[in-house]
């Protein structure tokens, strides 16, 4: 009987034991065994990878399945021969003598027999051991590819969830981490087709001697069953306490990070937050590795001693001379083979059994669907625009928060103008462009587009026809011309669009002063790489919706980052860009939205006040105190 999980203690490791316990306790065999349902898809997975590579593997480990048996019952004839030409008269005259008269040819066959085998075993294990190689990689690669794919047609929502960042941190591991799965499945069926062959030469002799294995093999399987799905139930759990621990690891030693650490003496805290997790995870494994270890040597004795009792059956039979001295090679070896392989076979079911359940963590991100979806006959989106955006009435909270982001809010962003968007943090200026670039659907009323509803456009188009250019914009670490390319990825290969895009936002001024010019990769991740200041990657950034030449233009915040004279140069240019756009510009600067053609006011997620920069001072309302008090900074 397995031991009870510990459930006295109050300590964090003894808390976290419990929890896994006690999800592997709630994890039926039926559920365990319901695992191998992704057997199959994972096999369609290896076929597509590589079908010449799985083909191989297959074909090689059959062969090789039948050479045990076949090398031990060779040797069993070798022993046979022995015995006999001991008997035979004169055997011990010299060796030529023997040689010339034949005495000696069968046996030399049979040696010759079992050195081709052992020849022939070596071959293929390398064989075996080359293709499983080749087709590990290659499905890591491909299934990585695959995980990157459908990443990309998840919704925005998915990603700002917590609970799917730990179902994307478990695929990501299984991507790579179950390649052992196949050597492990290909593994078992070469010893089950082993087994059998052992199985039948047994079943000549003693049948009883299979009953007796079985018997014996049991509790080991189940045992090893069970901790496997402890094992998986601690991983799935610690999950968060993974990514915290990759977190922590990458703050304390990361050039992005280097200087606030060095500079508030961070190294301490976060050296001392990853120990404690990092050996609270340790205890809780090694309380499952304990038991693990003392539960399987009890179990596998089991093993052992069935292994004597057969063996004590067959040399008691020798004797009696019911069975030769090479039967009895034979049978001694098919026994304990045979004790070993099933023991494996049973292990291994339990092993592929629970790598099964982690492939759950990769096939339940697959079945994630995007909810927001082009209709099945789109409209074309409108080039040029001729009325714009409304927001009617429209409501939305992001996914498990009560409080709305927005609520009420009817604005119309009119074709060909430019509408800036003032507000205090949390107004809801960020969350109207992600809902007017569709990275989200309104809960509550709707969003037209020349007065249809943007839901009636494709989803693609939408996006592509909007450049977007956010206050945190990414810092790849590509080259400079990849940096702005990434604006329109698919005019890459068009330098002369590139520096021009690199020319307007003023970011060729950057680039000019870099060793490798637009060649030259940008960031510190890389050897070769070479930093920016956040103004200079700020330019990159601009430059990307110059690249994008989109007839919708969002720009969050785009020069938080440039001093006075590049805010004013850059402004100048961005006028020229938006002149036949329609651009939405969120800013806390009011010396940048004074040139938009019309200003609204945000404030709890509705439009408090829409009008001209001199109409809304004239107003004296929130906008007019508001730049009164930026003003007087100025002063």
């Known amino acids: 009987m397995l031991p009870p999980a510990d459930s006295g203690s109050s300590s964090p490791a003894s808390a976290l034991d419990s929890a896994a316990a006690a999800l592997g306790a709630a994890r039926s065999w039926r559920e365990r065994l319901g695992a191998l349902r992704n057997l199959p898809p994972f096999l369609a997975l290896l076929w597509r990878t590589s079908p010449a590579l799985t ?13 045990p048996v076949a090398t031990l019952f060779v ?36 040696v010759g027999i079992e050195f081709a085998l052992a020849v022939l075993s070596d071959v293929l294990g390398r064989g075996i051991a080359f293709a499983e190689g080749m087709l590990a990689e290659k499905f890591s690669n491909e299934t990585s590819l695959a995980l990157m ?36 499945i290909f593994g078992q069926a070469q010893d089950a087709l082993t087994v059998i ?47 915290e621990l990759d977190y922590l690891r990458q703050t304390a030693a990361s050039a992005e990070t280097a200087k606030e650490v060095k500079i508030f003496g961070l190294s301490g805290f976060l050296i001392e937050r990853y120990r404690r997790l990092a050996e609270n995870f340790y205890a809780a494994n090694a309380r499952i590795a304990w038991r693990r270890a003392g539960w399987g040597s009890a179990l596998s004795a ?26 009895l090679t034979f049978l001694a070896g098919s026994f304990r083979r045979l004790n070993a392989l099933l023991e494996s076979l049973l292990t291994g079911f339990s092993q592929v059994a629970g790598q099964a359940l982690y492939l759950d963590d990769l096939f339940s991100f697959f079945a994630v669907r995007p909810r927001l979806v082009s209709p099945r006959v789109p409209r074309p989106f409108p080039v040029p625009l001729r ?8 409501g939305f909270r992001y996914p498990g928060t009560e409080h709305w982001a927005v609520r009420g809010l009817s604005l119309a962003v009119r074709a060909g103008e430019t509408l800036a968007l003032v507000g205090e943090n949390g107004a809801g200026k960020t969350t109207l462009v992600k809902l007017l670039a569709r990275l989200y659907d309104p809960d509550e009323g709707r969003i037209l587009l020349d007065g249809h509803d943007l839901r009636d456009y494709d ?17 790849y670490h590509l080259s400079a011309a990849d940096n702005i390319a990434v604006g329109r990825i698919d005019a890459r290969d068009d330098p002369a669009r590139i520096a021009e895009a690199a020319r307007r936002s003023l970011a060729d001024e950057v680039i000019g002063g870099l060793p490798g010019g637009y060649g030259q990769v940008l960031g510190r991740r890389f050897r070769s790489g070479v930093d920016l200041s956040g103004g200079e990657w700020q330019k990159i950034a601009i430059a990307r919706a110059y690249m994008r030449d989109a007839p919708v233009l969002v720009l969050d915040e785009p020069t938080a980052a440039l001093d006075a004279r590049a805010e004013y140069e850059v402004f100048k240019r961005f006028q020229e860009l938006s002149a036949a756009k329609t ?44 730049f009164e008090l930026q003003a007087a900074g100025y002063r």
Do not use: C
Request: glycine share 8%.
């Open 55 to 67: 083909l191989a593997q297959g074909a090689l480990r059959i062969v090789r399945a039948f050479l």
């Open 75 to 110: 040797g069993k004839l070798i022993i046979d021969e022995v015995v006999r030409l001991v008997q035979v008269p004169g055997i011990a005259d010299a060796l030529s003598e023997r040689v010339a008269s034949g005495d000696l040819d069968r046996l030399a066959a049979f």
């Open 149 to 184: 794919a459908h990443a990309a047609t998840v919704d925005l929502e998915d990603f700002e969830d917590s609970d799917f960042q730990d179902r994307l941190e478990r695929a990501r591991r299984q991507a790579s981490g179950r390649t052992s799965l196949i050597g492990q």
């Open 197 to 243: 062959t052992f199985g039948a030469g047994l079943v000549i002799y003693a049948p009883w001697l299979i009953a007796l294995l079985a018997v014996a093999l049991v509790p080991a399987f189940i045992g090893e069953a069970y901790f496997n799905a402890q094992v998986y139930s601690l991983n799935y759990r610690r999950t968060p306490e993974r990514r």
């Open 302 to 327: 089991l093993g052992t001693a069935a292994y004597y009792a057969a063996y004590v059956y067959i040399v008691w039979r020798t004797l009696h001379g019911d069975f030769s001295i090479g039967d």
């Open 387 to 394: 009325e714009g955006y409304r927001f009617d009435n429209v």
């Open 459 to 475: 989803l693609a188009a939408v996006r592509a026809n909007v450049g977007v250019i956010f206050q945190d914009f990414v810092r």
């Open 583 to 626: 651009t939405l510009l969120i800013s806390h600067r009011f010396s940048s939205v004074r040139m938009a053609d019309r200003i609204a006011v945000l404030v709890d997620g509705s439009v408090e006040a829409i009008d001209t920069h001199e109409a809304l001072l004239a107003q004296g309302g929130r906008y007019a105190e508001l």
